[in-house]
């Protein structure tokens, strides 16, 4: 019983993917990162990004809206389950600076305990929607327990819906240490992918979460960082 458990333990440790172990071994001090972000998913185009992620061995991060969680389950837990980072963005994608306190509360509590509910993972990183944001919504981000992550720098491809312009202006905008700003749910973001990622792996640049950008410095609640 004890070799077929030890067994079925390596066979496990075997399965994990390739790019979760080389995200842990990733130390920013030395080498050329860049974190990837994406907002309002889970998306109907997630998992293509998901499967561009895999096969660049890539982490990035996913700030999930509470609501389209509860519309995509599956997809959530597997961005969770890939080795991404996951942080909230509100329930309803709500501008919360003209929000009573009470409600901007509510737009991340409840978030809060949806993603943790459906990933069994409770997020320490928040994005304002629109990224507008102030230091009441900071304060009460810290209450509940969340750190705030904005960006170095947006693509806008919400706005562009147009894969040329969109890999342009992601390769404009990477630098070391950099933190760009994309979107799950559109489609020409997703579609253009494979040659940004294969693109910024040319330039030496290792593709990591957040977190692991912020090299154990972080993320602390109601702190703003970027």
């Known amino acids: 019983m004890v070799i077929h458990a030890l067994l079925a333990a390596s066979l496990a440790l075997t399965a994990l993917p390739a790019q979760a172990a080389q995200s842990a071994a990733v130390d920013c001090a030395r080498v050329k ?14 998992p293509a990004l998901l499967k561009a992620l895999s096969k660049a ?17 599956e997809v959530a837990r597997q ?31 409840v978030t809060q305990d949806v993603i943790e509910e459906v990933t069994g993972r409770r997020p320490t990183m928040f994005r304002p929607p629109y990224g507008q944001t102030d230091e009441r919504v900071l304060g009460l981000a810290g209450q509940t327990e969340l750190a705030q992550i904005l960006w170095t720098d947006t693509t806008l ?25 994309m979107h799950d749910v559109v489609p020409q973001t997703v579609q253009v992918m494979p040659e940004i990622l294969k693109e910024l792996k040319k330039r030496g640049y290792h593709l990591v979460t957040v977190p692991t950008l912020l090299r154990g410095k972080g993320p602390t609640p109601g702190e703003s960082y970027f």
């Open 33 to 46: 990162c860049l974190a990837l972000t994406f907002d309002d998913g889970p998306g109907r185009t997630t």
């Open 57 to 73: 061995r890539a982490k990035a991060t996913f700030f999930l809206v509470g609501k389209r969680v509860e519309e995509r389950p």
């Open 79 to 109: 961005i969770v389950a890939r080795g991404h980072a996951i942080g909230n963005h509100t329930y309803s994608h709500a501008s919360l600076p003209a929000h009573s306190d009470n409600d901007i509360l509510d737009e991340l509590k």
């Open 157 to 181: 491809d919400w706005s562009l819906r147009d894969t040329k312009k969109i890999k342009a202006t992601v390769l404009k905008a990477a630098k070391r240490d950099g933190v760009i700003l």
